[in-house]
């Protein structure tokens, strides 16, 4: 019966000065691990960007096959593009657009961009050499990190 008496009156539990640490250990992970999220919703727009780049080339391609080869058509009419693939989008929205076009009979230039970091990606082919760089507009590059890709 006695040691029933002792329980009773004990207080386990945790220090203030414990709880404290604890709270300030999580503290310091949160701001660690956020950076690292929000940079990597980033590369996941870019990536978009990137893909739509990759269609809108094929949409060129499939212009030019239309057209005996000659890009020429395409300069400066984004609307062009959509008519090959439906879902190449030219204004800014949701995701990733087309934001400009250029081309010539020997070739063309498409650039696109990445929703909410601003950064542009552009596909270029020259007398059927084909570059590939990109513009970042902000300073955590997401997927743009050396100017080309």
């Not at 539990?13 to 604890?22: H, K, Q």
């Not at 590369?43 to 890009?71: C, F, P, R, V």
């Not at 950064?119 to 100017?147: E, K, M, W, Y």
């Amino acid at each position: 019966m006695r040691g029933r008496l002792q329980s009773i009156g004990s207080e386990d539990g945790f220090t203030v000065i414990e709880l404290l640490v604890v709270i300030l250990i999580i503290g310091i992970l949160a701001a660690i691990a956020i950076p690292s999220f929000l940079n990597q919703t980033q590369k996941a727009n870019d990536a978009s960007a990137k893909e739509l780049a990759h269609t809108a080339q094929i949409a060129a391609e499939s212009y030019a096959t239309d057209h005996s080869g000659s890009y020429a058509g395409l300069n400066n009419n984004l609307s062009v593009l959509p008519t090959y693939d439906a879902t190449i989008q030219i204004t800014s929205g949701d995701g990733a657009y087309v934001s400009g076009v250029t081309a010539s009979s020997a070739g063309y230039s498409v650039t696109t961009t990445s929703p909410n970091s601003a950064d542009s990606f552009t596909i270029t082919r020259n007398n059927g050499a084909v570059t590939r760089t990109c513009t970042p507009a902000t300073g955590l590059h997401g997927g743009c990190a050396n100017g080309s890709w």
